[in-house]
C-alpha cells in the first residue's frame, strides 16, 4: 500500500507542476533536501536546501516544460526508501509544436514521504541545445 501511495502522490503533483503549481512538488522535499542535475547548462544544479530548489521549479513550471512520469520504483520501507522514476519531458512552442523533448531519471530517497536526496539524469546535450533555442528566442524578441 505504501508504494502505490507514493506513486500516486508522485503523479499527482507531477500533474500540478505541469499546470504550473510547484507547490505539492516542493512540500514533498524535506527543508534540507539534496537535489543534482547534472549537466553543462543553465538548469545544472548542486542544491542543499528545498529552499535553493523553489527558484530552479518555479523557472521549470513558469516556461511551460511538460513532465511525464513513465515508470515510479519504490523500493525499501517507509523509514528508508529508494525511489526511481523515468520519466520523458516536451516543451511546445506557441503553436503547439514540440521544440524540446528529453528522457530521464530521477533517483531519489525517501525517509518518511520525504525526499531528502534528489538525483536527476537525463541527455544533457538536449538541454543545451534548449539553453540555445530559449537565448535566441529572446534575442530576437
Known amino acids: 500500500m505504501y508504494r502505490w501511495t507514493l506513486r ?7 500533474e500540478r507542476l505541469n499546470r504550473g503549481d510547484i507547490r505539492p512538488l ?3 522535499f524535506d527543508p534540507n533536501a539534496t ?24 523557472r521549470f513550471a513558469d516556461l511551460g516544460i511538460q513532465f511525464h512520469p513513465e515508470e515510479i520504483i519504490v523500493s525499501g520501507p517507509p523509514w528508508d526508501s529508494h525511489v526511481v522514476l523515468v520519466y520523458s519531458d516536451e516543451l511546445r512552442d506557441e503553436d ?7 528522457r530521464g531519471v530521477h533517483v531519489a530517497r525517501v525517509l ?5 536526496e534528489d538525483e536527476v ?8 541545445e534548449l539553453d540555445d533555442r530559449l537565448r ?4 530576437r524578441s
Open 8 to 14: 500516486r502522490i508522485a503523479h499527482w503533483a507531477c
Open 136 to 139: 535566441v528566442a529572446r534575442e
Open 26 to 28: 516542493l512540500a514533498l
Open 96 to 102: 503547439g509544436e514540440i521544440i524540446y523533448t528529453n
Open 35 to 58: 537535489y543534482h542535475y547534472h549537466g553543462e547548462h543553465s538548469w545544472a544544479a548542486d542544491f542543499a536546501t528545498r529552499r535553493e530548489l523553489e527558484p530552479w521549479l518555479q
Open 112 to 116: 518518511w514521504g520525504r525526499i531528502t
Open 121 to 128: 539524469f537525463s541527455d544533457s546535450q538536449r538541454v543545451a
